[in-house]
């Protein structure tokens, strides 16, 4: 789990430090903050627990790589950004290249902590749950939500780039490779919650 969340949190550092644009929830959290006159780190958590509790209602496990996914990738993400590990491309070439990279290093993420069962975090819960509903490939389900959240967030007032557009439509189609290579089926996994998890703990 720990592993899928450092991942992650490096795909979005390298998404960000990739300077072409807002990934599409950047922008649906600044759209947000805008309006709700709320800081961009403070409209993130708004968001998450608003999901949290749209998947919840679907029957989602809330687990301990729930709410790992909600703080532990911040501090991830922070931890990475302050010691400078990733640099600033200058050209656009180069962070196109950086963004797509970013992509598949989170989809490799994502894929290491839902797998390891203890509850994914409440954006890629809402992917499975659209994949598990609707029974479209998760590839596309993923694209669906991020062009999705996207197009509210520049409704909203958030600023889009081109790579606020590659990683839209790019995203669904790293995910979808990434889980294939590794066979993975996310809707099939039964995550444990957080009682089953400190139940198990304590225990041992």
Not at 156 to 179: A, E, N, P, R, Y
């Amino acid at each position: 789990m720990m592993t899928g969340l450092f991942l992650y949190a490096l795909g979005i550092v390298l998404t960000i430090n990739a300077n072409i644009g807002y990934g599409p929830w950047e922008v649906f959290h600044a759209g947000l903050a805008l309006r709700m006159g709320l800081g961009i780190g403070v409209a993130s958590i708004v968001a998450g627990v608003a999901i949290l509790i749209i998947v919840t209602l679907f029957k989602e496990t809330l687990g301990l790589g729930t709410i790992a996914s909600m703080v532990v990738t911040g501090l991830f993400i922070d931890l990475i950004l302050m010691i400078r590990v990733i640099p600033v491309p200058g050209n656009t070439a180069i962070g196109i290249a950086m963004l797509v990279a970013g992509l598949f290093t989170v989809s490799v993420g994502s894929y290491f902590y839902i797998k390891s069962a203890f509850g994914a975090g409440p954006r890629d819960n809402l992917m499975v749950v659209l994949a598990r509903k609707t029974k479209l490939p998760i590839g596309l389900c993923r694209g669906m939500v991020e062009l999705a959240v996207t197009f509210t967030g520049w409704l909203l007032g958030g600023m889009v780039g081109i790579g606020t557009l590659i990683s839209g439509f790019c995203i669904g189609f790293c995910v979808q490779l990434t889980f294939a290579a590794f066979k993975f089926d996310a809707t099939v996994v039964r995550h444990e919650s957080i009682k089953q998890t400190f139940g198990r703990f304590f225990k041992e």
